[in-house]
Nanobody
């Protein structure tokens, strides 16, 4: 059974930093793509970043490029999202997600992910 468990959310002031973690199990970690997707109140889910585990190639949505960094620790089957210079508009529930089977396409829409974690709240105050 695929399991994704996020942690690390919280409340931070604008300009601050948080690191989210996504612990993965139940699938072959290094054969897939894992992404972070966020959903703000009243808005649709938005892909933030993704990583292809096999070669570490990454993708970032325009608004977070240069501020967020996605990485993986393959020994721990864990993906991280380091978020710096946080802004109030980054406030959302952040989910990690993955796709079934061997997968190499890096840029995915939220609808293309097959499995989701429970989400972790990130709140940024002004």
């Amino acid at each position: 059974e695929v399991q994704l468990v996020e942690s690390g959310g919280g409340l931070v002031q604008a300009g601050g930093s948080l690191r989210l973690s996504c612990a993965a199990s139940g699938f072959t970690f290094d054969e897939t793509v894992i992404g972070w997707v966020r959903q703000a109140p009243g808005r649709e889910r938005e892909g933030v970043a993704s990583i292809r585990i096999s070669d570490g190639r990454t993708y970032y949505e325009h608004s977070v490029k240069g501020r967020f960094t996605i990485s993986s620790d393959n020994a721990k089957n864990t993906v991280y999202l380091q978020m710096n210079s946080l802004k109030p508009e980054d406030t959302a529930v952040y989910y990690c997600a993955t796709v079934d089977g061997k997968h190499t396409i890096l840029i995915l829409t939220p609808r293309e992910y097959d499995h989701w974690g429970q989400g972790t709240q990130v709140s940024v105050s002004s």
